[in-house]
């Protein structure tokens, strides 16, 4: 008789532990496998149906870059459904606010040039970069500038090779995987966003814009070259990923905050369903401090993959 609440005690506390991962079954461990393959830095979180791959996102890999997108092609074929990245949702209405608020979104405001807003050391940085490249900043909004610097100036965006996103939405759409972005934003948020920045909030952007500019192409291909090495803290710590990660609309007080929490909750309601989730993340909200990494670890989740920190 005195056996009998012992093993009911030990049945509740079964019944009662939280649900474990189980062992993956092999069309589960296929598809991980192939993604991994591809050569992206991913993660693996194993849920107790099926598992969730995370794939480590840097915008314009270099072609340089070896990595394999066919394989990642393949792990999205077999997988049961895919999560993108934001989906902007553009009116005709927004466009026509953009051709009239255009003044205000590109150049400064008022009579004000870059000198009003930057230390002596910053503006006779700028006036270097100035003089190499032929340009006029001075009039130039300064989150515009930094876009120049990094785009047309670093060339990072140049001679590219396809991104993650790009694969997985083209071969998703192909095999017809369900694929749905992490969420939307509305095209006149991000308009007024921009519109009401106050120049200084771009500084920071500025700053880091010109350091990797002031550096050169070879940040580039580190940067690609990290990536597929899977040198996560190496990627984050390039001044080039530095400089993309605090420009709008990362570093935005309200849209970055709003985007590490999107995909927070999209990836803890992937980890609930049955079967194979992948999901394109940008690397940098991975990996940041209190990142979407940071969290799925602090919750438990304990995603299996190269070092982020």
Known sequence: MNRIPAALAILLAVLSAPVAAQDRDAGTEAIIVSAQRSGAPMWTIDTPRGAVILVGEIAAVPESTPWQPERLEEATREADRVILGLKPN???????????????????????????????????????????????????????????????????????????????????RRADVAATPVGTVRGEDMLDSLAAADPRSHLGCLDAAMTA??????????????????????????????????????????????????????????????????????????????????????????PAGPAWR
Not at 236 to 262: S, Y
Not at 281 to 295: I, K, M, S, T
Request: glycine share 6%; net charge negative.
């Open 90 to 172: 553009v009116s005709p209405g927004d466009i026509l606010r953009l051709v009239f608020a255009g003044g205000s979104i590109t150049r400064l405001p008022g009579d004000h040039v870059a000198a009003d807003y930057l230390d002596a050391a910053g503006q006779a940085r700028l006036a270097a970069l100035e003089d190499a490249y032929d340009q006029d900043y001075s009039r130039k909004s300064l989150l515009l500038t930094s876009f120049d610097l990094l785009s047309r100036r670093l060339r990072f965006n140049r001679d590219t090779t396809r991104d993650a996103s790009d694969v997985v939405r083209r071969a998703a």
């Open 213 to 302: 500019t002031e550096i050169g192409p070879r940040l580039v291909e580190q940067r690609g070259a990290d990536w597929r090495a899977f040198d996560v803290p190496a990627v984050m710590t390039n001044p080039l990923e530095i400089a993309l990660g605090r420009c709008w609309p990362w570093a935005d007080e309200a849209l970055g905050p709003a985007l590490r929490t999107q995909w927070f909750e999209a990836i803890e309601a992937a980890a609930r369903a049955d079967g194979v989730t992948l999901a394109v993340v940008p690397l940098r909200l991975l990996a940041q401090d209190e990142g979407v990494l940071d969290r799925l670890a602090e919750r438990g989740f304990d």
